[in-house]
């Protein structure tokens, strides 16, 4: 074969080739292409809080046999600013005591805790409903009158603890503003106290104390 067939046969070889060669680069630069995009990192996600796992719900003073008071209702909140006696229909005094203005008071009823509710019946047991703090509104009358500044439900007393208006101590000070749920054993005092409120004249409501630091006395002691 001459010189001159072996130049042609060569370049026609290489003409063929090309197109090959171009599909294996195209090929290559597309692989090269997926490689870089399959480990291209995105940004990381901005954490997102969580919802807190499900626990076990909490338990309410309530169920745990621990006695509250109510948020006051319509019925107590009714009572607030109204004269007594004479109490809504169906209502009366169960239990009351008296809390002076201050110490050294002349006259120890300025004020009054009291129990409200459904009085005994057919021998049946009083159901207390409401406690009120009230105001005397003539100390000079025969029959007192009284205007009730707050008024809460009253809470529930567990068996062998009682509801018990004055006769209690706060931090080791006498208090007759003091309302506690307590129970009494054979002692003349007791600190087992579950629940206590306190009448606060000065701004005229009842507020939560701290039931560890009350201690009551037992009425029942030596009877």
């Excluded at 338990?59 to 109490?87: E, F, N, R, W």
């Excluded at 208006?165 to 506690?180: F, K, N, Q, S, T």
């Amino acid at each position: 074969m001459s010189d001159t067939a072996r130049v042609f046969l060569a370049e026609r070889s290489a003409l063929r080739r090309a197109p090959i060669a171009a599909v294996l680069v195209a090929l290559a630069a597309l692989s090269a292409c997926s490689d870089d995009a399959a480990t291209v990192t995105t940004p990381a996600a901005e954490p997102v809080a969580s919802a807190p796992a499900a626990s076990a719900p909490a338990t309410s003073p309530a169920a745990s046999g621990v006695p509250q008071a109510a948020s006051t209702d319509a019925g107590a909140a009714a009572l607030i600013g109204t004269t007594v006696p004479p109490y809504p229909d169906g209502l009366d005094e169960i239990a009351g005591s008296c809390v002076p203005a201050g110490d050294g008071s002349v006259r120890i009823c300025d004020y009054s805790l009291a129990m409200v509710g459904t009085p005994a019946a057919d021998g049946g047991a009083a159901m207390v409903r409401y406690l009120l703090a009230s105001r005397r509104e003539n100390p000079d009358a025969d029959k007192p009158a009284w205007k009730v500044l707050d008024a809460i439900d009253a809470p529930t007393v567990e068996p062998r603890y009682e509801l018990q208006l004055g006769a209690c101590r706060l931090h080791d000070r006498d208090d007759p503003g003091l309302i506690a749920v307590v129970r009494h054993g054979d002692g003349e005092r007791s600190a087992d106290v579950r629940w206590a409120r306190r009448f606060d004249a000065a701004a005229g409501k009842l507020v939560e104390v701290e039931a560890a630091r009350v201690v009551c006395i037992n009425p029942g002691a030596g009877v």
